[in-house]
């Protein structure tokens, strides 16, 4: 027998068998009964390899401060952050992704490609150290100017484009000399991967792969990372290049831009309130390996929560990580990464 609906202008054939019209109850919940049975018909699932763990490194020696909007994350010294990294690879992480929190900012960013910058530093000394760990290297120049923006600013204080494209293929070129496998372009700066693609050639880093933050979107859910790299705007907003919230075909855009100059991997960012672009730059860009940064913000709003008693922490996290992944993303930058490979060990 079978029954024709009509559902979102499609036609759907339902053929029922016997068995299913006399307890059409039982229908789904039959391999929901164990869980070894749900573990086997698992769609999709969340494993330390697919976690990018962010960490701060900044100035000076012995230094490990808490972030106090993001409790369990710390910006560190260079000498400390190796314990930190350690910890993460026994369990099971195969990548993180460093931001430098300098102490001493110009009008130029100077400091992003300063060979002895906290960068530069921890790549040499991690790459030495754990030589197997994938090492990435946040591109941007917003932890690096005292005024806080993405770039250089022009006569009227807007980021200028082109001047910033050559400050951050410095950057660029200086952290693959550093030894990073990838750098992430996180500015929205129009070009930026052509540009850092182009330096790297020329400077013999063809070998060097670009992670582009291409759909990232001007959002409040940065809050407590703009404390954490010290690097809130000392004026205006990045609304003049990060994406506005509304659009999603935009995001399309923006990563098959990304693609055509050389972009390795893509990134939607934030994740959590843009999981239907995840899905659409998903579906558009098939075959390119594709990033979601569950932010700061997010992260912020989970340990509140967790530590008021109103949420249960580990099974929020590995549910959030895994609607990420579901929602089309092969790789999720998160600050739970480490309490989260953990927890996926003790399960597996
Ligand atoms: C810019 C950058 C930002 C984040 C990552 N890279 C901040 C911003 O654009 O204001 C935010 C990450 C987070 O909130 O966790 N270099």
């Known amino acids: 027998m079978s029954d024709t609906r009509q559902r979102a202008g499609t036609r759907v054939e339902v053929r029922a068998s016997d068995d299913q019209r006399a307890v059409p109850e039982r229908r ?9 049975l749900r573990a086997l018909v698992r769609e999709s699932r969340l494993s330390p390899d697919d976690l990018v763990l962010p960490l701060f490194v900044g100035d000076g020696r012995g230094r490990r401060d808490e972030i106090v909007s993001m409790p369990g994350v710390f910006r560190e010294s260079v000498d400390v952050v190796g314990e930190h990294v350690e910890a993460a690879v026994e369990a099971g992480i195969r990548a993180i992704i460093l931001f430098g929190v300098p102490d001493v900012k110009d009008s130029l960013g100077s400091g992003g490609y300063d060979p002895e910058g906290a960068v530069q530093r921890a790549t040499r000394l991690l790459r030495e150290r754990f030589p197997d760990l994938v090492l990435i290297a ?9 005024h806080g923006h993405c770039g250089i600013l022009d006569g ?43 330096a790297l050639d020329r400077a013999g880093h063809s070998g060097v792969g670009i992670l582009a933050y291409s759909a990232k979107y001007a959002s409040a859910f940065y809050g407590p990372f703009r404390e954490a790299a010290q690097a809130t705007p000392a004026f205006g907003d990045r609304r003049s290049h990060q994406m506005d919230p509304g659009n999603a075909a935009e995001a399309v855009r923006e990563a098959l831009q990304d693609v055509a100059e050389g972009a390795d991997l893509i990134m939607v960012k934030p994740a959590l309130a843009y999981l239907d672009v995840v899905r659409r730059v998903r579906e558009a860009c098939e075959g390119v390996p594709l990033v979601a940064y569950n932010v700061s913000g997010e992260y912020a709003m989970v340990k509140a929560a967790a530590a008021a008693g109103w949420l249960a922490e580990r099974s929020v996290v590995l549910e959030i990580l895994g609607s990420i992944k579901r929602a089309g993303a092969d790789l999720v930058i998160t600050y739970h990464a480490l309490d989260a490979a953990r927890w996926l060990r003790e399960e597996s």
Do not use: H, K, W
């Open 28 to 36: 789904f919940r039959r391999l929901r009964r164990t869980a070894s």
């Open 138 to 146: 946040d591109t941007c120049l917003c932890e690096y100017t005292d």
């Open 156 to 198: 009227r204080a807007d980021v200028d484009n082109d001047a910033t494209l050559e400050v951050l293929a410095r950057v660029a070129v200086s952290q693959a000399e550093s030894g990073a496998d990838l750098v992430a372009p996180s500015a929205m700066i129009d070009g930026q991967v052509a540009a850092i693609r182009r």
